[in-house]
């Protein structure tokens, strides 16, 4: 089946400092990626569309200076945090659609815990 | 916009027997497509079972099934035989036909006991 990857799996970091978490599809390509964000114990909340060669697309109320996507390539989407604070600890999550079949089926990654101090 | 409800924080099964995991939905929209998703402990998720709705046949996947009723806008997730394995927050999700993202509703964690 096609698998997506995320580096790192967990990260700790200073407050201010940025990150980036690197989101891949391994044996296909995907022309869209998705970001979410996800809480201790509640749902998936998207924060962007990621789309090869284009700007993403970020939904209400998330900043898109704070939160940058760059989709460089077919298999490789990154999410930087910039100047991470404490809030911004949580579950990031990427997803990339398999393209080609009728549903569409979105693959996730293993998701990246990340802990601002 | 199209919205999913899950009513149910948390459910709990005794081993070998059978639970329904509920799901309602709301859309406007004729056309579309319905999934179970589990996630276990290591956060990974994995996609249960997929349910188009123009088929009015029920989807299944070996001890997966819903209970898919389109008029009443449910789909409902049973698990027979319930495993120690199948312990995972379980979420109801929902997506157009002319478009990408998924929406989820808010998850119902599965608790099995032996």
């Known amino acids: 089946g096609a698998v997506v990857s995320q580096h790192p799996s967990w990260v700790i970091c200073k407050s201010g400092t940025s990150v980036k978490i690197e989101c891949r599809s391994l044996?296909?390509?995907?022309?869209?990626m998705f970001w979410y964000r996800q809480f201790p114990k509640q749902s998936l909340m998207l924060m962007a569309t990621?789309?090869?060669?284009?700007?993403?697309?970020?939904e209400q109320g998330v900043e898109k200076d704070k939160f940058l996507i760059n989709h460089a390539s077919l298999t490789l989407s990154t999410l930087t945090v910039t100047s991470a604070h404490p809030e911004d600890s949580s579950f990031y999550i990427c997803?990339?659609?398999?393209?080609?079949?009728?549903?569409?089926?979105?693959?996730f990654g293993p998701g990246t815990r990340l802990t601002v101090l | 916009a199209q919205t999913v409800t899950q009513s149910q924080p948390e459910m709990s099964v005794q081993e070998a027997e059978t639970v329904t995991l509920s799901c309602t939905y709301d859309?406007?929209?004729?056309?579309?497509?319905l999934f179970w998703y589990k996630q276990p402990p290591s956060r990974q998720m994995i996609l249960v079972i997929r349910?188009?709705?123009?088929?009015?046949q029920n989807a299944t996947e070996n001890r997966f099934s819903v209970n898919f009723q389109k008029a009443a806008k449910s789909f409902s997730l049973k698990i027979s035989d319930s495993q120690l394995g199948d312990a995972a927050m379980y979420f109801c999700?929902?997506?157009?036909?002319?478009?990408?993202?998924?929406?989820f509703g808010a998850g119902t964690i599965l608790r099995v006991k032996s």
């Open positions: 997803s990339a659609n398999l393209a080609g079949v009728s549903y569409n089926e979105q693959f």
């Open positions: 044996d296909f390509q995907a022309t869209t």
């Open positions: 990621s789309n090869e060669g284009s700007k993403a697309t970020y």
């Open positions: 859309t406007s929209e004729s056309d579309y497509y």
């Open positions: 349910q188009e709705a123009y088929k009015q």
């Open positions: 999700a929902y997506r157009s036909v002319w478009g990408n993202k998924l929406v």
